[in-house]
């Protein structure tokens, strides 16, 4: 019960990272909000976690959206104790792209900022005014893209980036201003999770750029989800409670060593 009476929000929780994350918070005693945009798959999920879980509808670049979720948690709860920012995109489904960095598309790149950049600032901002008088832990995900560049995500990868810098500048804020708020990044890389399908695809192809991927990989497999939930689990909880500003890489070792930039996808 490491998180017993913690009041933890995660967004983008329907499927993936997310959802592998809210599974974990429950059992270690979490009261979890479960938000998302696919609002179909959010409330199965959060029925099928149990009275310990909620859904809510958010779209992380939407302020109003915060706003509106941050008014939610002051009447119901009164403090929030954790932030996941897990909400993102690659763009490559969401918008019409290209991605290169040659004729990269200013719509879809701006979608992108949007959701991964605009939306950690957002629910960076709302979480500090909802921890700073009892404290809390904000994590956010970023990703292996945000350190090394990604010739044909560049909108991800710039994204990805924000998300990292932005943790550190969100840690010494707080620091400065006293307020018992810690924040750090988590970077993932090579974790099966529906983000991948639309770079995969299916059959044999996918089979065949599965094994070409976990050539590279130092422990020579894709990461699960639960591997990134644990890490959030670690920064979420009181036994971090000294650590702020860090990058926690979870990556199978990838950038440990010459096989951190991959070809052209994330």
């Not at 904000?138 to 994204?159: D, E, F, Q």
Request: aromatic residues 6%; contains cysteine; glycine residues 12%.
């Amino acid at each position: 019960m490491r998180l017993e009476n913690k009041i933890a929000l995660i967004t983008g929780a329907a499927r993936g990272i997310g959802l592998a994350t809210a599974e974990l918070f429950v059992r270690e005693g979490a009261t979890v909000l479960l938000t998302d945009i696919r609002d179909e798959e959010g409330r199965v999920q959060a029925g099928r976690l149990g009275n310990a879980c909620r859904y809510y509808h958010l779209d992380v670049g939407n302020e109003d959206d915060w706003n509106e979720m941050a008014g939610e948690i002051r009447k119901t709860f009164g403090h929030l104790d954790i932030l996941i920012n897990n909400a993102g995109i690659t763009g490559f489904l969401e918008s019409k792209g290209p991605h290169d960095a040659e004729f990269a598309d200013l719509t879809s790149w701006n979608e992108v900022h949007r959701v991964n950049a605009a939306g950690v600032m957002l629910g960076c901002k709302y979480a500090i005014a909802l921890m700073k008088e009892k404290g809390g832990s904000i994590v956010n995900l970023s990703s292996r893209s945000g350190m090394v560049g990604i010739p044909g995500a560049v909108a991800y990868a710039s994204s990805k980036a924000s998300v990292r810098n932005h943790t550190k500048s969100v840690a010494l804020y707080c620091a400065e201003k006293g307020y018992p708020v810690r924040c750090n990044s988590i970077h993932p890389a090579a974790i099966m999770t529906p983000m991948w399908d639309a770079m995969l695809g299916e059959g044999a192809q996918r089979a065949a750029l599965i094994r070409d991927i976990e050539y590279g990989i130092p422990m020579g497999r894709f990461g699960e989800p639960l591997d990134v939930a644990y890490g959030a689990l670690y920064l979420a909880s009181d036994e971090s409670k000294y650590v702020t500003g860090i990058e926690l890489t979870i990556d199978g070792g990838i950038l440990a060593g010459s096989e951190a930039r991959p070809p052209s996808d994330p």
